[in-house]
């Protein structure tokens, strides 16, 4: 008579480890969606230098939307709990991180419309951030810096952040 070989089991202690298996495949796709538009709109990853304010409100705004019965954003057309999730996101990266915002090194190749100097631009933060707010070390004109079909857009207004 021949003896059957069970197959031996093998072991792997899982025990403690996260388990990103739990996260549900769609709502790493709503983060994904709401953050391509937001490349796209602004440039990648520039959600990092914003305050956590700013976040707060806009997650206000589109849950509120969302319990007025208006199901979709009107710019992206994406659904508002994506957004409000992906705020979320922003608020508790901020938050737990608390990431300092590197300032750039060099010339950015941005020339002031108001002096023509050729000095970094700033936020009110005295950070560079693409899609937000800057501010000449010059003359202290403010603008607009923003991505609209692929290019750089700039406005220039004279006043003091």
Same mark, same amino acid.
């Given at each position: 008579?021949?003896?059957?070989?069970?197959?031996?089991?093998? *072991?792997? !202690?899982?025990?403690?480890?996260?388990?990103?298996?739990?996260?549900?495949? &769609?709502?790493?796709?709503? %983060?994904?969606? $709401?953050?391509?538009?937001?490349?796209?709109?602004?440039?990648?990853?520039?959600?990092?230098?914003?305050?956590?304010?700013?976040?707060?409100?806009?997650?206000?705004?589109?849950?509120?939307?969302?319990?007025?019965?208006?199901?979709?954003?009107?710019?992206?057309?994406?659904?508002?709990?994506?957004?409000?999730?992906?705020? *979320?996101? !922003?608020?508790?990266?901020?938050?737990?991180?608390?990431?300092?915002?590197? &300032?750039?090194?060099?010339? %950015?190749?941005? $020339?002031?419309?108001?002096?023509?100097?050729?000095?970094?631009?700033?936020?009110?933060?005295?950070?560079?951030?693409?899609?937000?707010?800057?501010?000449?070390?010059?003359?202290?004109?403010?603008?607009?810096?923003?991505?609209?079909?692929?290019?750089?857009?700039?406005?220039?207004?004279?006043?003091?952040?």
């Amino acid at each position: 008579m021949t003896k059957v070989k069970e197959k031996e089991e093998g *072991m792997k !202690f899982d025990n403690g480890k996260l388990r990103y298996d739990l996260i549900p495949p &769609e709502a790493k796709k709503w %983060l994904a969606e $709401i953050l391509t538009f937001g490349a796209a709109k602004y440039t990648p990853n520039s959600w990092q230098g914003i305050e956590i304010d700013r976040y707060l409100a806009a997650m206000e705004r589109h849950i509120n939307d969302w319990r007025m019965g208006i199901e979709n954003d009107e710019e992206s057309g994406l659904h508002h709990l994506k957004h409000a999730l992906c705020n *979320m996101m !922003f608020i508790t990266w901020i938050e737990i991180t608390k990431k300092p915002i590197e &300032e750039p090194t060099g010339h %950015l190749g941005l $020339i002031c419309g108001m002096c023509h100097s050729a000095g970094i631009v700033f936020t009110s933060k005295g950070i560079y951030v693409p899609g937000k707010i800057w501010q000449c070390s010059t003359c202290n004109t403010v603008g607009y810096l923003g991505k609209e079909n692929g290019e750089l857009l700039y406005n220039f207004e004279k006043n003091e952040l």
